[in-house]
């Protein structure tokens, strides 16, 4: 079993959607949780970043974490087909193990205009 | 700012060849890492480089990969000989201390 599972998708949804992306996780030392986006043929780019249970806001972007469920959710509202890319979690230890992320295996999105 | 710079971009190889991969990380990044990313998965370690030491290459198989960062800043990865299951994107990152990382392009890699 991975220590990251991500739903892979693909998932297509029309423009001005809310998209719901999740990941669980079986390691109760992680402690931070990432989301990033990757375009096509492009390396991934960071989106938002947080290590507390509950919501962070950032424009039409929602991380959402449960340590409890071992559960994380990216949530995008009012989606755009610029936001058509793959979107990875990743989560890490401690800070001082040296940033060692773990990543899922990423969700293909697709936003139709 | 400028970001990470990979180089090549792409490269077809036949199998049993060699293949180098370079990397040069954001200025003033003193980590630095290299994954490996294939088809339809997330990107895995293979190895993590603290200035000129690698702290962490417990991934990196070590029969046929070989990397360096001479001097704490650029990086090379080297395959020799290169297999067919080789072929993936080769992704570097860096990072300050143990911070946020930033992903260069990658370079994909074919190996027929």
Redesign the interface.
């Known amino acids: 079993q991975k220590e990251v599972e991500q739903d892979p998708g693909p998932l297509s949804v029309p423009e001005g959607a809310i998209v719901s992306l999740n990941c669980t996780y079986s390691n109760s030392a992680f402690q931070y949780f990432m989301w990033y986006r990757q375009y096509s043929r492009k390396g991934p780019e960071l989106l938002m970043y947080t290590y507390s249970s509950g919501n962070k806001e950032d424009g039409r972007f929602t991380a959402q974490v449960d340590k409890s469920s071992k559960y994380i959710s990216l949530f995008i509202r009012d989606s755009q087909p610029s936001d058509s890319a793959t979107y990875l979690c990743a989560m890490r230890v401690i800070y001082n193990q040296g940033g060692k992320l773990i990543f899922g295996q990423g969700t293909e999105l697709s936003v139709k205009p | 700012e400028a970001g990470?710079v990979q180089s090549p971009r792409y490269k077809i190889i036949e199998k049993k060849q060699p293949v180098a991969f370079w990397c040069n990380p954001i200025s003033g990044h003193n980590?630095l890492y290299w994954y490996l990313q294939n088809l339809?998965?997330?990107?895995?370690?293979l190895i993590?480089y603290?200035n000129e030491e690698a702290?962490?290459d417990s991934q990196l198989p070590k029969d046929r990969f070989s990397a360096e960062r001479l001097k704490g800043v650029d990086s090379t990865l080297k395959i020799q000989p290169a297999e067919l299951g080789d072929s993936a994107v080769y992704?570097c990152?860096s990072?300050r201390d143990?911070?946020?990382?930033?992903?260069?392009?990658?370079t994909?890699l074919t190996v027929l």
């Open positions: 990470v980590t339809g998965q997330g990107p895995e370690l993590r603290e702290v962490d992704l990152a990072s143990a911070d946020t990382q930033y992903f260069g392009p990658g994909r």
